[in-house]
């Protein structure tokens, strides 16, 4: 069964320092999103993606956020200066054709620490 | 407001005993739907079940079905025959509006610990 992966599982990095966060959807997916989970608090959006460019985005995908598709398969979450309060569970979502009935299908998670 | 509220931050169940999880959600828009995705231990978000505003029927998935009562805004995921594998935190979430793309608004959702 397909299904969305991501990299790292874990990432540990200094505060002020930039990090990628890495994603590959279902393949036939067109609409990609993040969303993240601050430890023990519910699921937040961050941004929808389709055709190559941002669809719709969150207060909190601010000026330090951005994403990409790279290539064909990878979608990428980039945080250019880490604070501590970004320390979270981030997950990559992709959903197929923008039917009413769609279903977004989440990844595993990267668990982000920021020292 | 909340748009979607589960106000249980904690269930248990019995093993072989059934489990409903409420979830109310607020909405002004006719088209809408409603999603329950489990979150085990290991972090990941697995997609239970899903229910249309317009859908006729309540959805079924397996051991999971979803208790749609649309006049008092309410989505409960029923879970028959619960399995220890069944602990997890569940959350409801929802989705305004026709498109399929629209972000996904999720509660703060319930702990449900099954025991042998």
């Known amino acids: 069964e397909p299904e969305v992966t991501q990299t790292p599982s874990h990432q540990v990095t200094q505060m002020g320092q930039e990090v990628i966060l890495r994603c590959v959807p279902i393949s036939n997916h067109l609409y990609f999103y993040w969303y993240r989970q601050i430890l023990g608090q519910k699921v937040e959006f961050l941004v929808s993606?389709?055709?190559?460019?941002?669809?719709?985005k969150s207060e909190i995908f601010d000026d330090q956020f951005s994403v990409e598709r790279p290539d064909g398969s990878n979608f990428t979450l980039k945080i250019r200066s880490t604070k501590l309060e970004d320390s979270a569970m981030y997950f990559c979502a992709s959903s197929s054709g923008g039917e009413r009935t769609d279903t977004q299908y989440f990844g595993p998670g990267t668990r982000l620490t920021v020292l | 407001a909340q748009k979607i509220t589960q106000t249980q931050p904690g269930m248990f169940v019995q093993e072989k005993e059934a489990v409903t999880l409420d979830c109310t959600y607020d909405?002004?828009?006719?088209?809408?739907?409603l999603f329950w995705y489990k979150q085990p231990s290991s972090g990941e978000m697995i997609f239970l079940i899903y229910?249309?505003?317009?859908?006729?029927q309540n959805a079924t998935e397996g051991r999971y079905s979803l208790n749609f009562q649309k006049a008092r805004k309410s989505a409960n995921l029923v879970i028959s025959a619960s399995q220890l594998g069944d602990s997890a935190m569940y959350f409801c979430a929802m989705r305004e509006g026709d498109s399929g793309y629209s972000t996904l608004t999720f509660g703060k959702g319930t702990m449900l610990l099954v025991s042998p």
């Open positions: 229910q249309g505003s317009y859908d006729q």
């Open positions: 909405t002004s828009d006719p088209s809408y739907g």
């Open positions: 993606f389709y055709n190559n460019e941002i669809s719709e």
